[in-house]
């Protein structure tokens, strides 16, 4: 397809392959991709150290990080409106607007960290979500990370555990439900390959529809 116009973001479940997806895609769209790089936008916009953002990264509200990052750093915001406010809720408004600021640059991908909500006046934005059978995801897991299947499911109902609690704090959707993305798609199922196809006709669907009300 030629060159899109579409933003993509990509929620995931953990083991899923929703960055691999990602990668894919900006390869074959000629986009760029954004994963842990918002982090680092993030912090340079905002003043926040990039380890603090890291530590919170993804992750719910902790009573004992505030209070640790609270005593060790200060924070660089220099808007006065900031002040008060809690460092969770600091730093995903740091997030928040570097995300804008990413779109606002142009076409992208964006992968996890409530982009989509971020995102959600933006006509142009696709929202995926990512999904697969937990026995599919233990074993991709498994093999990324050297571990047993065991280890590896443990290690996906934390992190998805985690992904879960700090979308639904922060937006006004749930996590994972069909009701909050445009598109749901079963890696499990379709492969990465099958996954990247798809995504790429739905894009162009999308923009031919756009054309035609236009």
């Known amino acids: 397809m030629t060159k899109t116009n579409t933003i993509i973001t990509i929620g995931r479940e953990f083991g899923s392959g929703g960055h691999e997806i990602g990668a894919h895609l900006a390869e074959k769209l000629e986009i ?3 994963d842990k790089e918002m982090l680092d936008r993030a912090s340079k916009d905002s003043g926040i150290a990039e380890e603090i953002l890291k530590a919170h990264d993804e992750k719910p509200t902790s009573s004992f990080l505030y209070s640790l990052v609270m005593d060790t750093y200060s924070l660089g915001y220099k808007t006065g409106s900031y002040s008060d406010m809690p460092i969770n809720h600091k730093i ?6 570097a995300i804008k600021k990413i779109a606002d ?3 992208c991908i964006l992968i996890g960290r409530c982009a989509d909500y971020a995102l959600e006046n933006y006509s142009n934005v696709l929202s995926v979500f990512i999904h697969a059978d937990t026995t599919k995801r233990a074993k991709r897991i498994s093999r990324m990370y050297d571990m047993t299947e065991s280890k590896a499911r443990e290690m996906i109902l934390r992190t998805d555990k985690k992904r879960g609690s ?3 704090y922060y937006t006004n959707k749930k996590w994972s439900a069909v009701q909050s993305y445009d598109v749901c798609l079963d890696s499990g199922k379709l492969g990465i390959d099958g996954c990247v196809e798809t995504i790429i006709e739905i894009i162009k669907v999308k923009e031919r529809m756009k054309k035609a009300v236009l």
Do not use: K, V
């Not at 995903?92 to 607007?97: D, R, S, W």
């Open 166 to 168: 700090y979308y639904n």
């Open 32 to 34: 760029p991709l954004y």
């Open 105 to 107: 640059e142009g076409p």
């Open 92 to 97: 995903f408004l740091a997030q928040f607007e």
